[in-house]
T-cell receptor
Framework: EAGVAQSPRYKIIEKRQSVAFWCNPI?????LYWYQQILGQGPKLLIQ????????DSQLPKDRFSAERLKGVDSTLKIQPAKLEDSAVYLC?????????????FGAGSRLTVL | DAKTTQPNSMESNEEEPVHLPCNHS???????IHWYRQLPSQGPEYVIH???SNVNNRMASLAIAEDRKSSTLILHRATLRDAAVYYC???????????FGKGITLSVRP
């Protein structure tokens, strides 16, 4: 089966600019996650969707970050305006419902550099 | 979220077994023990999970202490491709969030 697709793989922007990342989860996976991974740290959950509804966005900096999953399939994460500390890898993951919910499948990530 | 404690790093030799420890003294009865690993420049990858009994799959084995306050991920024959950061995570139910710590960096010597 195809994995979790993410784009772009790399993005370099200047501070105060905006950026958007796209994620296409594994077909049929109801739950979608966005994680932020700063160099040298473990991934940190930003937002979790169940179909097209938000389950957890407690760690999403809502003044500058937004995410949507309009049709319960692919998702977009946007940062506007970007800050230097947003430089990180943004990872998308998905999981199925039922027994398969135990396993998250991650994409390769989108690396953001803010100058 | 219940926390886990792992050493920062470990070295092993190729083709030898590797035992990666994890302490989770505050684990609750409904917490599952999950392991993920992250190879360089890739997203994390599921390895194994368990609740009380030891578990085996094609990638690894998970040995869980009787009191569940610690566990060990066992790679039976390390290869160079197993060099990665390994994360031990507690998750209280299938749909709850996965909270990553810093993990343990495994280096494999040829």
């Amino acid at each position: 089966e195809a994995g979790v697709a993410q784009s772009p793989r790399y993005k370099i922007i200047e501070k105060r600019q905006s950026v958007a990342f796209w994620c296409n989860p594994i077909s049929g996976h109801a739950t979608l996650y966005w994680y932020q991974q700063i160099l040298g740290q473990g991934p940190k959950l930003l937002i979790q969707f169940q179909n097209n509804g938000v389950v957890d966005d407690s760690q999403l900096p809502k003044d500058r970050f937004s995410a949507e999953r309009l049709k319960g399939v692919d998702s977009t994460l946007k940062i506007q305006p970007a800050k230097l500390e947003d430089s990180a890898v943004y990872l998308c993951a998905s999981s199925a419902q039922g027994w398969g919910a135990n396993v998250l499948t991650f994409g390769a990530g989108s690396r953001l550099t803010v100058l | 979220d219940a926390k886990t404690t792992q050493p920062n790093s470990m070295e092993s030799n190729e083709e030898e077994p590797v035992h990666l420890p994890c302490n989770h003294s505050t684990i609750s009865g409904t917490d599952y023990i999950h392991w993920y690993r992250q190879l360089p420049s890739q997203g994390p990858e599921y390895v194994i999970h368990g609740l009380t009994s030891n578990v085996n799959n094609r990638m690894a084995s998970l040995a869980i202490a009787e009191d569940r306050k610690s566990s060990t991920l066992i790679l039976h024959r390390a290869t160079l491709r197993d060099a990665a950061v390994y994360y031990c995570i507690l998750r209280d139910q299938a749909n709850s969030k996965l909270t990553f710590g810093k993990g343990i960096t495994l280096s494999v010597r040829p």
